[in-house]
């Protein structure tokens, strides 16, 4: 065996590339020059006075930081008997001389003298031969990268709504094609997400949550978009119109050490520690971040979003104790710089669209925010609407022996439902009062509707005044079995002249199970369900169904009740067609898989899914279609539905395809063979056909008499 | 559709007819009496008697004024519909298989068997309505069954009285001129659709709307429309039994067959196997929708409402019935129809 002597004469040391490890084990130049900076612009003065002039330097250096002792502090170098006019000095720390550049750069030593302070490192990195390029090149603004069309799944031609499965480790994201399987427009991939998977509020966005952070697909086939790095990230949200996302992860952001991971890192240093980060859903950076307040960290279960944004994006708004801080978009600065003192705040709420307030020019409607405060010692418990960003308080009502308030806004934001929750004298039984605040009209009158019973769920009917609500009665009997919850429809009646105003119950349903309310999009329909570890159930409901006799009444009518045993979630599409229900392997391992019904009821499909997770629609932009546009399909509902009704058929199989369109064909020859005797007049005609009165009898009874 | 039973004829049902506003219903049956009805109700308004043998066939001006019987018993026979008074009788050579007022009730044509010796013809007279008791004896018309053709079973007038259009046994159907009878055109529309050998023609009716298309049913199974200016046969409509009649309903684009298994076998088949249903089907589409069942012998007749609200069938077991659609028969539409009309109305309603 040779020795290691042999074998080094043997190999040509040149041959072998060592760039790799010499790149590996580079020493860098500047290290340990850290601490010093060098000052230029100092006088020149002869050598007898440098010791004064070091005094000086020393003084003015030391105001950044701690200047080092003697020659190893400032070396001030002599030649031919003068001061250079320039000096190196040494910090005690490298932050202390990067201090001094950023504070004293530039500052007149005297009025004659202007210092200018920079690192040693610095100076060798850019003054160094070559370092730095002499011509000026333009910076390369990277070529812009197509997702596709954002919202091309709008423009489905049979204007199917699609819809994310998320079932064991895999998302799916399927157009809904009624009875039919549902088809997917990419391929289910495992482990898309480490979590759940959402939509944005209109639909473009779809994200994934993973252990580094969050991603955003959308486009044709669902392409990845951007990358928001967040490590660790739970929980996300969305401004209403699709601009920021707020996400937040229960450890606090930590700054990478090295420079390679710092490089695609999105928080600065002033973030280090923040948990809440709200992004710029456009550019995909981090516009602003926050720390969890004191009152929220160590929480179990985390109240969100903890952010909530006006209907326009324009505020965002989070509580604090005894407070809400509001912030104005895009700067995110604290409007007016202060916050709104609310003593004893317990929750709030946005108007979920610009409110007309009486008086108010501003196009779109005002900002108002409601919020309630509890009962103290010496104050009544209050409810308030606060316009922003005047912080007027625009209406307060005081209301005693509350347990809990519940602010439900209705999505024009014309009325606002406020559930209070009171108990007795005695603390021991519970009901609830409504109050309505009717946000458009002068001085916001408040209307009221006493329950004796406690509400439990309240919904309105989107875009009208109807409302439902699930009631049960408090008597201290709370054995579950026994079905006691009424669900009752209610309508506001426009107040006649000096009498009250009317809530009118439209139909009441007594002693059942029914716990949770959804409302169609489009609203008329709804459906009352029963979530419950035991039993599922589901309520379709037609809430202006005709009245035969007198098609100008409508009623609320039951169409239909179906049963579901381990549903866990119901959802409904966004265009209100259809209604799926869920269960799923995150709550119980019973029955996973989902339902999907049409408005009225019927069952379309029943899916049995192992590991079903969750069902997710993609939501819809709000039309583009106006009112009259609206009217005009309304009034042609017949003509479309036919063709509907017609492609649906078609769709089945394609025996029947070929049937229609071979009746097409025969009822197109058969028009045309008779169009030949359109103006065909029969001379038969010139007899008057004669009008026959007939007489019908009809027998109404029959009777049989025995007489004896 | 729970149906009004008529229980009028002892005998086979031959013809049934409504008048043209539809509130009178005129039967003729293979005994020799014929009965006028009340559509609405199925009562009996009364009975047509003089005849000393079947009457094959009845028609009624559209006046409701005459009608007029063809029998075997060698007469065609003119009757004053209020009094039920026989105003004229025509003697014929062999049995009066089919009579047809034309369109403007002038004229009237009589089908004469070819039996007993006698070539067969159809014979048309014309209507004295100055008065009625004094009609001329002789026909203004006879067309002879030409050399080439098979006998005639029936005939009936299309628009306005232009031409007589006969059926043959052999499945042809003949068109002749109605003023001068003489011969048109023949088409083959029986006998080419499967391997039956008995192709006669039993019934030929005309559309309602306009008289220019027909529908004829045939011992061979099938049922044809037939166009009268083109004399195309336009559509087919296969059943699974001989047919003794069919109908174009008006309104509706349907049409209704009747039929059922031979009358000598029906003593041999159960009521199921015996076919003995009314057939709908589509006009234009030839598929079939429906059937009404109820006769327990083949259909021999049947006959629309003019109005499109009804239909009556005679039956071989002696029995009519009168039946007033449900709503489904309303509403019942193909696709490709409810499509179409409502397309139709929508570029009415934009127009």
Known sequence: MPSLKELESQINLDDIDFSDLEAKYAVSADLGSENYVVVDGAPKAPASKAPLLEKVLRKFLSKAGEVLEGEAGIYLPVEDNMTKGFLFAQYKTAEMASAAVSQLNGKPLDAKHRLYVNKISDIEKYCSE????????????????????????LMDESGRDQVALHFSESVGVYWSNKKNEPKAVFEPRKGFTSKYAKFSPKGTYMFSIHPQGIQSWGGE???????FVHPQVRLIDFSPNEKYMVTLAPTPIERPTTAEELKDFPFGPESEGHKLVIWDLLTGEPVRT???????????????????????????????????????????????????????????????????????RVEGGEHVLSYWTPETTNQTARVALMQIPSRKVIRTINVFQVSDVKMHWQDQADMLCVKVDRHTKSGKTFFSNLEFFRTTERDVPVEKLELKEVCINFAWEPKSEKFIIISRLDDGNNNPAIPRNNISFYVREAPTKGKAVK??????????????????????????ATIAKSSGELDFYDTQFENEKNPKLSEVKLLKNEKFGGMTNISWDPSGRFLAAWSTSWVHSIENGYKLYDFTGNLLLDETVEQFKDLIWRPRPAT????????????????????????????????????????????????????????????EQDVEAEIVEEIKEEIIEEKEEIVE | MRPIKL?????????????????????????????????????RLGTLEGHKGTIWSIDVDSKTSLCATGSADLSTRLWNVETGECVYSWEAASPVRRVAFSPDNLRLLAVNDKVMGSKGAISVYRINYDNVYEQSNEPILVIETREDA?????????????????????????????????????????????????????????????????????????????????????????????????????????????????????????????????????????????????????????????DGTGYVSGGEDGFIRVHYYDKSYY?????AERTDRVMSQAQKANA
């Open chain 2, 331 to 335: 509403d019942f539409e193909f696709d």
């Open chain 1, 290 to 360: 926050f720390a969890l307040p004191p009152h929220l960290e160590g929480l179990k279960e985390m109240p969100w979003p903890l952010v909530k944004w006006s209907f326009d994006d324009k505020y965002c708004c989070r509580q604090g104790p005894d407070a809400l801080a509001i912030y104005e978009t895009p700067s995110f600065q604290l409007l007016e710089k202060k916050l709104v003192k609310i003593e004893g705040i317990v929750d709030f709420e946005w108007a979920p669209a610009g409110v007309k307030l009486s008086g108010s």
């Open chain 1, 503 to 528: 809530f009118k119950v439209l139909s009441n349903v007594e002693n059942k199970h029914t716990n949770t309310i959804y409302w169609s999009p489009f609203g008329r329909y709804a459906v009352t």
């Open chain 2, 150 to 306: 098979t006998k005639v079973t029936v005939a009936g007038w299309s628009a306005e009285g232009k031409y007589i259009i006969a059926g043959h046994e052999d499945g042809y159907v003949s068109k002749y001129d109605g003023e001068t009878g003489a011969f048109i055109e023949t088409v083959r529309a029986h006998g080419i659709h499967n391997e039956e050998k008995v192709v006669s023609i039993t019934d030929i009716q005309f559309a309602d709307e306009d008289r220019l298309y027909f529908i004829t049913a045939s011992k061979d199974k099938n049922a044809t429309l037939v166009d009268v200016d083109t004399f195309k046969v336009l559509k087919v409509y296969p059943a699974d039994a001989p047919m003794n009649t069919a109908a174009i309903t008006p309104k509706k684009n349907f049409v209704i067959l009747g039929g059922g298994q031979e009358a000598r076998n029906v003593t041999t088949t159960s009521e199921s196997q015996g076919k003995f249903e009314a057939r709908f089907y589509h006009k234009i589409f030839m598929d079939e929708i429906g059937r009404v069942k109820g006769h327990f012998g083949p259909l021999n007749t049947v006959a629309v409402h003019p």
């Open chain 1, 130 to 153: 070559g370092s730095v390029p002499l011509s000026f090149v333009e910076p390369e603004i990277p070529p812009m990268e197509s997702h596709g069309y954002l919202k091309s799944w």
């Open chain 2, 7 to 43: 229980m009028g004829h002892e005998r086979s049902l031959t013809q049934v007819k409504f008048n043209r506003e539809g509130d009178i219903l005129f039967s003729v049956a293979k005994d020799s009496s014929a009965s006028i009805w009340y559509s609405s109700n199925g009562e």
């Open chain 1, 221 to 227: 086939n669902f392409e990845r978009i951007n990358k």
């Open chain 1, 624 to 683: 583009l279609l106006t009112s009259a546009d609206i009217k005009s399909v309304k009034k042609r509902i017949r003509e479309y539905s036919a063709q509907f009704d017609e492609i649906d058929a078609m769709e089945a199989d394609a025996a029947t395809r070929d049937a229609i369109l071979l009746r097409h064909k025969l009822l197109e020859e058969w028009k045309e063979y008779r169009s030949k005797y359109a103006t065909h007049e029969s001379k």
